[in-house]
């Protein structure tokens, strides 16, 4: 785990959470020698970056193969799929906005797919080519004024979170952030 602390700053401010995982960390410095940004390397490859209080303003994430990357940058975490070729095959693709995880997975027939979970709470699925495969809504809140609606809706809940694979690779911890 990685924690960012600031010795010279007086009085001291609670260490700030980087993540778990962490291979590296390297620190960026403008050109009057002060902070200017953080960068995480995490053990999969995953880069996160950081301004210099510790607030997240990017994600790298690489499939495993390397031959895709997914940019997730900006005040509304847009994500875009690139190909990382030297003569890439596609121009980098939009995948959204407001993008928390990606994780890359490979599919029962050995495909690369992008799963992408939002800060809604709904999921998408893309291949290597970014072209949208599924799209999971986000989980309905059950209603209070009705125990028997309330129950179905929670229950129905469950089932489209199990169906969902992002949800499940959450749940294992096999995606970075």
Same mark, same amino acid.
């Given at each position: 785990?990685?924690?960012?602390?600031?010795?010279?700053?007086? =009085?001291?401010?609670?260490? !700030? %959470?980087?993540?778990?995982?962490?291979?590296? *960390?390297?620190?960026?410095? &403008? $050109?009057?020698?002060?902070?200017?940004?953080?960068?995480?390397?995490?053990?999969?490859?995953?880069?996160?970056?950081?301004?210099?209080?510790?607030? =997240?303003?990017?994600?790298? !994430? %690489?499939?495993?193969?390397?031959?895709?990357? *997914?940019?997730?940058?900006? &005040? $509304?975490?847009?994500a875009y799929l690139n190909d990382?070729?030297?003569?890439?095959?596609?121009?980098?693709?939009?995948?959204?906005?407001?993008?928390?995880?990606?994780?890359?997975?490979?599919?029962?027939?050995?495909?690369?797919?992008?799963?992408?979970?939002?800060? &809604?709470g709904s999921t998408n699925s893309?291949?290597?080519?970014?072209?949208?495969?599924?799209?999971?809504?986000?989980?309905?809140?059950?209603?209070?004024?009705?125990?028997?609606?309330?129950?179905?809706?929670?229950?129905?809940?469950?089932?489209?979170?199990?169906?969902?694979?992002?949800?499940?690779?959450?749940?294992?911890?096999n995606i970075s952030w």
């Amino acid at each position: 785990m990685a924690y960012l602390y600031d010795t010279a700053y007086v =009085p001291a401010f609670d260490p !700030v %959470y980087l993540g778990s995982g962490v291979n590296d *960390v390297q620190f960026q410095l &403008d $050109d009057q020698g002060q902070l200017d940004g953080i960068v995480t390397v995490l053990d999969d490859g995953a880069l996160n970056m950081f301004d210099q209080n510790g607030k =997240p303003t990017g994600q790298i !994430v %690489y499939s495993p193969d390397r031959t895709r990357r *997914v940019d997730i940058s900006g &005040d $509304d975490r847009d994500a875009y799929l690139n190909d990382t070729a030297d003569s890439p095959a596609f121009d980098p693709v939009f995948l959204g906005a407001k993008v928390l995880a990606v994780q890359f997975q490979s599919d029962e027939l050995g495909r690369l797919v992008v799963l992408v979970l939002n800060e &809604d709470g709904s999921t998408n699925s893309y291949n290597s080519y970014g072209t949208l495969i599924d799209s999971q809504p986000a989980p309905q809140a059950a209603s209070a004024t009705d125990d028997q609606a309330g129950a179905s809706a929670a229950s129905s809940v469950g089932q489209g979170l199990e169906k969902s694979a992002l949800f499940n690779a959450l749940k294992t911890g096999n995606i970075s952030w």
